[in-house]
């Protein structure tokens, strides 16, 4: 089974509007940290937000901010008021246990921001 | 801040060639990983090592290896490279994850930080 689940492989947005990208994980241990990365058309990645499993407040960071659902297992990031620049590939990745050493890796959502 | 640096962005080799490909970091972190990227497959882990001379098998390991002699640089070794093997290669490191504290919850909050990735084609 897919321990990371990102169902949207292009999403599209209006310039200002906001929008959620989905992400659904999988795991049996209580322990885990969720994570969002952007990864622009030059390729490098770039860490966006943390959740962790233990957290009672949802995450943000500027317009970044995860809409966490422990019941449902789901972490969606919500970027408002999109810029141009948002356009990339957005990963969800969660690490797994107290000292895990792995992370598991979506297979992406493609933003693209319409001026 | 981390840096993870690649040898190198573009790489062309051709069927047959030993690959190398390097990757050094340079915040003392215990873990490093290689990944291949491809589109619609995300990130596919092949190797990662928690120590120094320690390596582990990811999700894909066939076909490569890996070195890690010294900390800070991590080696992917492509032994005889493939057409199959075109792909985007990601180094990334982190901080070994927190030990259990029996006090409270310790979650994991330490990233995976990346290199700019090398593009490799295989002719």
């Known amino acids: 089974a897919q321990k990371i689940t990102q169902t949207q492989p292009g999403m599209f947005v209006q310039e200002k509007e906001a929008v959620t990208l989905d992400c659904t994980y999988d795991?049996?241990?209580?322990?885990?940290?969720l994570f969002w990365y952007k990864q622009p058309s030059s390729g490098e990645m770039i860490f966006l937000i943390y959740?962790?499993?233990?957290?009672?407040q949802n995450a943000t960071e500027g317009r970044y901010s995860l809409n966490f659902q422990k019941a449902r297992k789901s972490a969606n990031l919500v970027i408002s008021a999109s810029q141009l620049g948002d356009s990339a590939m957005y990963f969800c990745?969660?690490?797994?246990?107290?000292?895990?050493?792995?992370?598991?890796f979506g297979t992406g959502t493609s933003l693209t921001v319409i001026p | 801040d981390v840096k993870v640096t690649q040898s190198s962005r573009y790489l062309v080799k051709r069927t047959g060639e030993k690959v190398f490909l390097e990757c050094v970091q340079d915040?003392?972190?215990?873990?490093m990983f290689w990944y291949r990227q491809d589109p619609g497959l995300g990130l596919r882990l092949i190797y990662f090592?928690?120590?120094?001379?320690?390596?582990e098998k990811g999700d894909i390991p066939e076909g490569y290896s890996v070195s890690r002699e010294k900390k800070e640089r991590f080696s992917l070794i492509l032994e005889s490279a493939s057409t199959n093997q075109t792909s985007m290669y990601l180094c990334?490191?982190?901080?070994?994850?927190?030990?259990?504290?029996?006090?409270?919850?310790?979650?994991?909050?330490?990233?995976?930080?990346f290199g700019d990735g090398t593009r490799l084609s295989i002719l």
């Open positions: 959740q962790g499993s233990y957290d009672q």
């Open positions: 990745a969660m690490r797994e246990g107290f000292a895990g050493n792995q992370f598991y």
């Open positions: 090592s928690y120590d120094v001379k320690m390596k």
């Open positions: 915040m003392d972190h215990e873990n």
């Open positions: 990334a490191s982190s901080e070994r994850g927190q030990a259990f504290d029996l006090n409270r919850a310790i979650n994991s909050n330490q990233p995976q930080h």
């Open positions: 795991t049996s241990d209580p322990s885990y940290g």
